[in-house]
């Protein structure tokens, strides 16, 4: 864990983010709508979401060496 509290406060925001995308993209792939073209790209909007916080959540969140 990072020493710094202000950056483990910013890893663990950064992993509740990335959950809530999963959870949008779960919702969205469950509508059992027709795959329209504004669905996939909400999908893929929210799974870069996803990439994005996560990364953030290890880059704050852990100490990484220099």
Known sequence: MNPIPTEVTTGATDLILGLLAIACIVR???LGQRETFRSRLWIAIFALLTVAS????????LDLAD
């Not at 996560?54 to 969140?61: D, E, I, K, P, S």
């Open 54 to 61: 996560m990364l953030g959540a290890v880059t704050h969140g």
């Open 28 to 30: 969205l792939a469950g």
